[in-house]
């Protein structure tokens, strides 16, 4: 991911979580959306974040980790179908 794709994940990232005002969390933010890339890739995925799916999907996995650093809630069933439809549509074509 270059810094520019990382730049507009955090914007997408920032209204999700309704920080827009600040800056004071941003290089955190950015930690975890890099993680969160990799994690996914992890589980099977080769994303392409210039792809609006795959953009939303870095999102939707990084909201759920700033959230749940203070919940410890387990990943919500949407995110986790979002995921497996993911990997299982790359497998199925590839």
Do not use: C, H
């Not at 990382?6 to 999700?16: C, E, T």
């Amino acid at each position: 991911m270059t810094e520019a794709q990382i730049s507009a994940l955090l914007s997408s990232l920032k209204v999700d979580l309704g920080i827009l005002r600040t800056t004071a969390y941003d290089s955190r933010l950015k930690e975890i959306i890099k993680s969160s890339f990799q994690m996914i890739e992890r589980e099977g995925a080769t994303l392409d974040v210039s792809l609006l799916e795959d953009a939303q999907l870095v999102v939707m996995y990084s909201a759920w980790l700033w959230r749940k650093r203070d919940s410890g809630e387990g990943m919500p069933r949407m995110l986790r179908w979002a995921l497996n439809n993911r990997i299982l549509s790359e497998k199925a074509n590839g």
